[in-house]
């Protein structure tokens, strides 16, 4: 059975940052691109990043770009997600996902793409 767990959410203020982690299991974590997306309630869930199984290709969506990083330590089995110049409308639940197979497209800013998914973890900003 696959789970993703995800860990690191919380209060933080405007221009501060925060990193997420996610640790999958039931999976072979390497052949799996990962990613996140999150979404605010009344809207729908937003494609964030993503990070292919070996870490060298990595996709951003439009609205975190140059300030989120996303990676991957797979000795770990873990995925990260580096949030900077954090703003108030970055406030959401974020979701862990996985991806059957390493390789990223830009389709993956679909979250039909994805295969698994975590429970979320809340990030609120405060102006």
């Known amino acids: 059975q696959v789970q993703l767990v995800e860990s690191g959410g919380g209060l933080v203020q405007a221009g501060g940052s925060l990193r997420l982690s996610c640790a999958p299991s039931?999976?072979?974590?390497?052949?799996?691109?990962m990613g996140w997306f999150r979404q605010v309630p009344g809207k729908e869930r937003e494609f964030v990043a993503a990070?292919?199984?070996?870490?060298?290709?990595?996709y951003y969506g439009d609205s975190v770009k140059g300030r989120f990083t996303i990676s991957r330590d797979n000795a770990a089995n873990t995925v990260y997600l580096q949030m900077s110049s954090l703003k108030p409308e970055d406030t959401a639940n974020y979701y862990c996902?996985?991806?059957?197979?390493?390789?990223?497209?830009?389709?993956?800013?679909?979250?039909?793409?994805?295969?698994?998914w975590g429970q979320g973890t809340q990030v609120t900003v405060s102006s």
């Open positions: 990070v292919s199984g070996s870490g060298s290709t990595k």
């Open positions: 996902t996985a991806k059957a197979g390493p390789g990223v497209t830009p389709r993956v800013i679909g979250s039909n793409e994805w295969n698994y």
């Open positions: 039931g999976l072979t974590f390497g052949y799996w691109t």
